[in-house]
């Protein structure tokens, strides 16, 4: 019993010694672990901190709010212009910019303005321009390279409407892609057939843009006795593209596409292996150097005879750069050798003055027989 008692005695001092180590134990283990949860716990906070931080960095890269740039209207893509002009050189043949106006495919106004003239004027147009001489002497008026800067800087990349745009541009100064150039005077739907010569095929002539409006718009534009307005020319033709707007970008894809692959032209490659073919090459019978007769001054004297004098050889050479008549609507600035004389485009100037004047008088008469006609009804349907 002793020994049991011992045994159950020692066994409990065991158990409790046995729990009281456990425990310490227990006690000293837990600030290692503690230690090791807040390392871990740190070290995660850093790695979600430096995420974090990279992420900003990126998004922070942006140069923009705007995921895209806005995209171009048909506003920002079209553009109408027109000019006035006045005349300067012998009796005003030569024309010199004195005005010009800009508008958008709303019909808006984006730049008027008048041009300063270095030469001296000598015939300002006023029945047809409406330029006068205070208008491009004010301080508001704008000298020519400034205008011609901001032309250029409106129409850079853009498609240009007008009619007779090739006169309009060299007069400004300045030079567009014909692929991007709307000229209702050059559109051959807008554009009329002339006989020159009986036998001859018809020639395509421009039309006006006073007829073009009013026989396809319904618009009465440059009355008689009214001065031109460029804002009202620039409105016109922007109203004329638009009618024929989708006819008209099919035939400019089709002449881009002739032009960028001809099919007239269209050669094909041959073999890469049949570029290394062995040729016999045979020799000539024909000396390289022949030899030449240096006693033979008859012939030339005979050459020398018939010869052309220096003024025969000038009329010829000048002949030779005459061009054909060829129908309007070209390519833009074609340029010639032969530049009239003085006498012939002071004659030229006459004729067409005549013919201005002669139009005028029928127009008139028309007017006023149409007025009469106008009073005579008025008066029967009162009676």
């Known amino acids: 019993m002793k ?50 931080n990279r992420r900003a960095r990126k998004t922070s890269r942006a140069t923009s709010t705007k995921p895209h740039d806005a995209p171009m209207q048909k506003r920002d893509m079209y553009f109408a212009l027109d000019c006035e002009m006045v005349g300067v050189g012998p009796e005003g043949l030569d024309s010199v910019l004195a005005r010009l106006s800009i508008i958008n495919w709303d019909n808006e106004l984006v730049f008027d303005t008048y041009v300063k003239v270095e030469e001296k004027v000598t015939d300002y147009r006023t029945f047809v321009s409406g330029i006068r001489q205070e208008d491009i002497e004010s301080d508001s008026a704008l000298t020519l390279e400034e205008a011609q800067y901001a032309a250029f800087k409106i129409l850079k990349g853009k498609i240009l409407i007008g009619h007779g745009l090739e006169n309009d541009l060299k007069v400004i100064g300045i030079c567009h892609p014909w692929c991007d150039v709307r000229d209702t005077a050059t559109y051959q739907p807008y554009m009329r057939q002339a006989i020159i010569r009986k036998g001859e095929t018809p020639m395509l002539r421009p039309r006006k843009l006073r007829d073009l409006a009013w026989e396809t718009l319904g618009k009465q534009i440059q009355v008689m006795g009214v001065a031109h307005s460029p804002v009202e020319d620039a409105n016109a033709s922007m109203d004329l593209y638009k009618a024929v707007r989708a ?16 099919e007239e032209n269209k050669t094909e490659r041959p073999p890469i292996m049949s570029r290394f073919r062995k040729v016999a090459i045979q020799p000539t019978t024909r000396p390289y150097y022949p030899q030449t007769n240096h006693d033979s001054t008859q012939q030339m004297k005979s050459n020398l005879a018939t010869q052309l004098s220096p003024q025969q050889q000038q009329q010829q050479h000048y002949e030779s750069f005459i061009p054909k008549p060829q129908p309007v609507g070209g390519a833009y600035h074609q340029n010639t050798n032969r530049c009239p004389t003085t006498a012939e485009r002071l004659a030229s100037a006459r004729v067409a003055q005549q013919e201005a004047r002669m139009r005028a008088i029928v127009a008139l008469q028309y007017q006023t027989m149409m007025q009469i006609r106008m009073n005579q009804s008025v008066r029967n349907s009162n009676q």
């Open 3 to 52: 020994k049991t008692s011992i045994s159950g005695c020692n066994s409990d001092e065991e158990t409790t010694s046995l729990t009281s180590n456990s425990s310490a134990s227990e006690v000293q283990t837990n600030p290692r672990r503690e230690e090791r949860k807040n390392r871990r716990s740190k070290g995660g906070k850093k790695t979600s901190n430096s995420t974090n």
């Open 247 to 262: 006819e008209w970008e099919i035939s400019i894809m089709r002449q881009v596409h002739s032009v960028i692959r001809p």
